[in-house]
T-cell receptor, first 113, second 108 residues
Framework: DAGVIQSPRHEVTEMGQEVTLRCKPI?????LFWYRQTMMRGLELLIY????????DSGMPEDRFSAKMPNASFSTLKIQPSEPRDSAVYFC???????????FGNGTRLTVT | RKEVEQDPGPFNVPEGATVAFNCTYS??????FFWYRQDCRKEPKLLMS???SGNEDGRFTAQLNRASQYISLLIRDSKLSDSATYLC?????????FGTGTKLQVIP
């Protein structure tokens, strides 16, 4: 089975540019999560969706961040404009059913210069 | 009080040692529990689910104590390859909460 697929694996961009991260959850999974991880702050939940509907976006740092899930097999996390402090690894994860574990993608390592 | 608390470590143990990690959670309505392993610069990966009856997978044993609201992970005969950060995860109705992780370093 294909796992959670994220793209790109690495992104290097200049401050002020728009960045779009992509995620394809595991087929049949109805929950999708976006996390950010840095050495300083650890793993932070940004937003999660249930059946393509955003449920909790309280972790989204500010208006520069937005996330969408137009269908069950695709989600995007957009940062516009990007800033150096956004540099981190961004993980997407999905699961199906209340008792089942999260499955993570390989992550996108974002560097904003 | 944090929703999920773990000792960050690091735990430095010699090869062959037994090491135990605990994780406490504050929400008594939490429904499911897991241990994840994260290697440097990689994604967290499921190590094992945690059940009230306790469960074992090779050298790894996980336990849940609902009355005291903690979960534990025991690693026997530790190997160099066990060096990683171990994250406990607590799931409620929809919410998923990660601990900050406990770093384990197994020394030759």
């Amino acid at each position: 089975d294909a796992g959670v697929i994220q793209s790109p694996r690495h992104e290097v961009t200049e401050m002020g540019q728009e960045v779009t991260l992509r995620c394809k959850p595991i087929s049949g999974h109805d929950y999708l999560f976006w996390y950010r991880q840095t050495m300083m702050r650890g793993l932070e939940l940004l937003i999660y969706f249930n059946n393509n509907v955003p449920i909790d976006d309280s972790g989204m740092p500010e208006d520069r961040f937005s996330a969408k899930m137009p269908n069950a097999s695709f989600s995007t996390l957009k940062i516009q404009p990007s800033e150096p402090r956004d540099s981190a690894v961004y993980f997407c994860a999905s699961y199906r059913g209340l008792g089942s574990p999260l499955h993570f993608g390989n992550g996108t390592r974002l560097t904003v210069t | 009080r944090k929703e999920v608390e773990q000792d960050p470590g690091p735990f430095n143990v010699p090869e062959g040692a037994t090491v135990a990690f605990n994780c406490t959670y504050s929400n008594s309505a939490s429904q499911s529990f897991f241990w994840y392993r994260q290697d440097c610069r990689k994604e967290p990966k499921l190590l094992m689910s945690v059940y009230s009856s306790g469960n074992e997978d090779g050298r790894f044993t996980a336990q849940l104590n609902r009355a005291s609201q903690y979960i534990s992970l025991l690693i026997r005969d530790s190997k160099l390859s066990d060096s990683a950060t171990y994250l406990c995860v607590v799931k409620g109705y929809q919410k998923v909460t990660f601990g900050t992780g406990t770093k384990l370093q197994v020394i030759p």
